[in-house]
């Protein structure tokens, strides 16, 4: 892709006036323009400041430095590279830390890159070939073969997912999530949602060998990364909603 395709591209994916990008640059509402339309060539100091100033993820910061010529800013290190050990290090003690409930760790595609012990629990009777590392966990929660038999509220949920894809599509392009969230859709039962229904704040309510789970979930990721990898990791801890799911959890744990 050019570079005035990517710029205007992205600026309107974030429903920002040329003026408005300009301000936050700290350069002119006209040289936003020129850029644009092609009559000028940005430096690459200018390229990051536009990046930083949309907001965009490393991945796409990287992605409009190589439409207007440049090398990327951010490397993308394997997580299994010795730089990284502190990064592994602290995922496995977040993970320990999070027992007796579950946790796992994701990548950008939602590919599962780390698990805690708790988390066999909620993927108890899935199909093989939807477990184990590499394993995507979003067709893991959807599939007919992985949870979705078990989850009492499985339209909501499926919304859910498909909602935090689409959002994630929308800041950050990618063709496997695109092609994920269209096979995804097809899971998505045709029953309606509830009116109580929030979209963003919705629990999990799961069926299993000791009783039906009822969970809460919190999204954490790297806020200062400044490597593409680390930068899209996201840590899913699983909190229990009510005192039946804690003790539940803590029994299965003992076990």
């Given at each position: 892709?050019?570079?005035?395709?990517?710029?205007?591209?992205?600026?309107?994916?974030?429903?920002?006036?040329?003026?408005?990008?300009?301000?936050?640059?700290?350069?002119?509402?006209?040289?936003?323009?020129?850029?644009?339309?092609?009559?000028?060539?940005?430096?690459?100091?200018?390229?990051?400041?536009?990046?930083?100033?949309?907001?965009?993820?490393?991945?796409?910061?990287?992605?409009?430095?190589?439409?207007?010529?440049?090398?990327?800013?951010?490397?993308?290190?394997?997580?299994?590279?010795?730089?990284?050990?502190?990064?592994?290090?602290?995922?496995?003690?977040?993970?320990t830390g999070h027992?007796?409930?579950?946790?796992?760790?994701?990548?950008?595609?939602?590919?599962?890159?780390?698990?805690?012990?708790?988390?066999?629990?909620?993927?108890?009777?899935?199909?093989?070939?939807?477990?184990?590392?590499?394993?995507?966990?979003?067709?893991?929660?959807?599939?007919?073969?992985?949870?979705?038999?078990?989850?009492?509220?499985?339209?909501?949920?499926?919304?859910?997912?498909?909602?935090?894809?689409?959002?994630?599509?929308?800041?950050?392009?990618?063709?496997?999530?695109?092609?994920?969230?269209?096979?995804?859709?097809?899971?998505?039962?045709?029953?309606?949602?509830?009116?109580?229904?929030?979209?963003?704040?919705?629990?999990?309510?799961?069926?299993?060998?000791?009783?039906?789970?009822?969970?809460?979930?919190?999204?954490?990721?790297?806020?200062?990364?400044?490597?593409?990898?680390?930068?899209?990791?996201?840590?899913?801890?699983?909190?229990?909603?009510?005192?039946?799911?804690?003790?539940?959890l803590r029994r299965?744990?003992?076990?």
């Amino acid at each position: 892709m050019d570079f005035p395709r990517a710029l205007r591209e992205r600026r309107l994916r974030r429903r920002l006036s040329q003026l408005e990008l300009a301000e936050r640059a700290g350069t002119t509402q006209r040289h936003v323009s020129f850029l644009e339309n092609g009559r000028s060539e940005p430096g690459r100091a200018m390229v990051v400041r536009l990046a930083e100033s949309l907001d965009l993820p490393l991945r796409e910061r990287n992605s409009l430095l190589l439409a207007a010529g440049y090398a990327p800013a951010y490397p993308r290190t394997s997580l299994d590279d010795p730089p990284l050990a502190p990064v592994r290090a602290a995922l496995t003690h977040v993970l320990t830390g999070h027992l007796p409930y579950p946790a796992i760790v994701v990548d950008h595609h939602g590919d599962l890159v780390a698990a805690n012990e708790a988390f066999a629990l909620l993927a108890d009777g899935a199909a093989p070939d939807l477990l184990g590392p590499g394993a995507n966990v979003y067709r893991l929660a959807l599939h007919p073969a992985g949870l979705a038999p078990r989850i009492v509220n499985l339209a909501e949920w499926c919304r859910h997912i498909l909602d935090g894809i689409h959002a994630e599509i929308l800041r950050n392009p990618d063709d496997r999530l695109g092609d994920l969230h269209a096979e995804l859709r097809r899971y998505v039962p045709a029953e309606p949602l509830r009116p109580d229904h929030l979209g963003f704040a919705v629990p999990l309510h799961l069926r299993s060998a000791g009783g039906e789970l009822r969970l809460i979930s919190t999204i954490t990721t790297f806020a200062t990364a400044v490597d593409v990898t680390i930068a899209e990791l996201k840590l899913e801890a699983f909190l229990p909603a009510d005192q039946p799911t804690a003790t539940l959890l803590r029994r299965a744990a003992a076990r």
